[in-house]
């Protein structure tokens, strides 16, 4: 049950993740900067809503240092997070992928397919980060409070 607490938990930070890297690119900022400001954000809230919704029997005499091992943690998931992201962005010719899908679908928006590129580029990261993130934080952030 922890873990899919954790993975709705993880839904949630990626909504908020997607949300200000959008917010970001709205601003001109490029694709990679935003969506390393984006991890902060993410990785914040999903610290909070762990705390009270995943593991909720966890220690909590120390929030601030809990925190900050969340951080930790989310640092050493967001290796694998960030280099699958890297790889995607660096690898992917965008405008070879949105032609392929302009042609299959022309009726879509070429600028939606490239708004929409980077997004679609964070799943298989979040993915990996999500697995690391949780042995991390069970194991670790989130230990059980002494009886």
Request: hydrophobic share 60%; net charge neutral.
């Amino acid at each position: 049950m922890k873990v899919l607490r954790f993975a709705c938990v993880g839904s949630i930070g990626f909504l908020v993740d997607a949300a200000v890297m959008l917010l970001l690119l709205s601003f001109y900022i490029a694709p990679v900067p935003a969506r390393a400001f984006a991890f902060w954000a993410a990785a914040s809230s999903n610290w909070w809503l762990n705390r009270h919704i995943t593991f909720d029997a966890a220690d909590t005499a120390q929030p601030m240092l809990q925190w900050g091992r969340f951080i930790a943690v989310s640092c050493i998931g967001f290796i694998p997070n960030w280099s699958s992201y890297w790889l995607l962005m660096h690898s992917v010719d965008i405008n070879r992928l949105s032609a392929l899908f302009l042609n299959q679908y022309p009726e879509l928006n070429p600028l939606a397919l490239e708004m929409a590129w980077p997004l679609a580029a964070m799943l298989p990261g979040v993915l990996l980060g999500m697995l690391t993130n949780y042995l991390l934080a069970d194991r670790w952030v989130f230990r059980a409070a002494a009886a």
